[in-house]
């Protein structure tokens, strides 16, 4: 159990964001249960500072030093409930490594996440954002999620309808601070159908033999069209995909789709999602560098800390973007990543 003791006071958040923004925590506290959970959000409570509940920092921009007490959520946990058949369910706690956790669930001959490999973070921000890749989101294996509920002070289960998952969103985004996710469960299946149309993956696939192919095999084949694309953040810090991709009604999409034949995007039934980082590119952005920060050369998604950026050096960029894309294209991008501190 965890004591007062344990709060250390201006912590450095520099390693703790892929960003590498070096923001400050008045005070930090690392919990790897539910009780030294409750205690730490008790104590700051009683402190009457704010808390903020931080896992990998893979999607968040720091715009300046946090005042309260950053709860680093480290609750470790690994294994298999109800296997049967070719199914199995897959319990991981809020602080594994959600990569890791993919390796894990592959090598043991399970599919249905392979797709989501080496998307940075932990396990328990990846129903935040409902992570997805390669035509693969969370909530398709997603049985349920474990959490602290703050406004009633109980633990919750909160099954995938619950969750209200859509794409990058869900009921954890829609209620911010209420739940404190502590544990995930993945149905996953030996026999379940790879998803492999996305073109890079198809690509990387053409002309093998795909009835001996496994659920690691993919991974793998996941992680090396990532690497050709993104920067890894241990090398170049960021956050990943800055911007969602926007989602317009069919009539825009058609209009813009006369105006720019070549543009990306996944029209369906009433609407279409505009490939974002194409927007981007086509307003020249994509390679730019001020000194401190800038876009990746080969990913318009991708803003990266180049120099010691601070989070309002990010922002800064970002904002830039968003207006020029809005001034040629009509179109309003959002950021994923959340931001705390000065400007939040």
């Known amino acids: 159990m965890i004591s007062p003791g344990d709060i250390r006071k201006n912590v450095s958040l520099g390693t703790m964001n892929s960003l590498g923004i070096d923001a400050r925590a008045r005070y930090f506290v690392s919990v790897r249960s539910v009780g030294a959970l409750r205690w730490a959000l008790g104590w700051a409570s009683e402190a009457s500072v704010e808390p903020l509940i931080l896992g990998g920092g893979s999607n968040l921009v720091f715009a300046g030093d946090f005042p309260g007490l950053v709860i680093r959520v480290a609750i470790a946990r690994r294994c298999w409930e109800q296997v049967d058949g070719d199914e199995a369910t897959l319990v991981l706690g809020a602080g594994e490594n959600w990569h890791e956790s993919v390796l894990y669930a592959a090598s043991s001959g399970y599919r249905g996440i392979e797709n989501l490999a080496l998307i940075p973070g932990t396990v328990g921000a990846a129903p935040v954002q409902n992570i997805g890749a390669y035509g693969t989101e969370l909530q398709d294996t997603l049985v349920e999620v474990s959490a602290l509920d703050r406004q009633t002070g109980n633990e919750v289960v909160l099954t995938n309808s619950l969750c209200h998952f859509s794409y990058r969103d869900s009921v954890f985004k829609q209620e911010p601070g209420r739940y404190v996710i502590t544990t995930v469960r993945l149905r996953l ?156």
């Open 189 to 344: 299946s030996r026999t379940r159908p790879f998803s492999l149309d996305y073109r890079d993956l198809a690509d990387y696939f053409a002309g093998q033999d795909m009835r001996s192919l496994n659920p690691l095999a993919v991974a793998n084949a996941v992680m090396a069209v990532r690497r050709r694309k993104l920067p890894d953040p241990q090398q170049l810090p960021n956050a990943g995909s800055f911007f969602k991709n926007p989602v317009v009604p069919l009539a825009t999409w058609e209009s813009l789709k006369q105006r720019y034949p070549d543009i990306a995007g996944y029209p369906g039934d009433d609407s279409a999602k505009v490939a974002a980082a194409w927007l981007i590119d086509q307003c020249g952005w994509k390679g730019y560098r001020n000194g401190k920060v800038g876009v990746h050369n080969r990913q318009a998604l991708v803003l990266v800390n180049h120099s010691n950026g601070s989070g309002q050096d990010v922002l800064a960029l970002a904002d830039r973007i968003r207006d020029d894309v809005e001034a040629r294209f009509g179109i309003v991008l959002e950021m994923e990543p959340g931001v705390i501190g000065a400007s939040q």
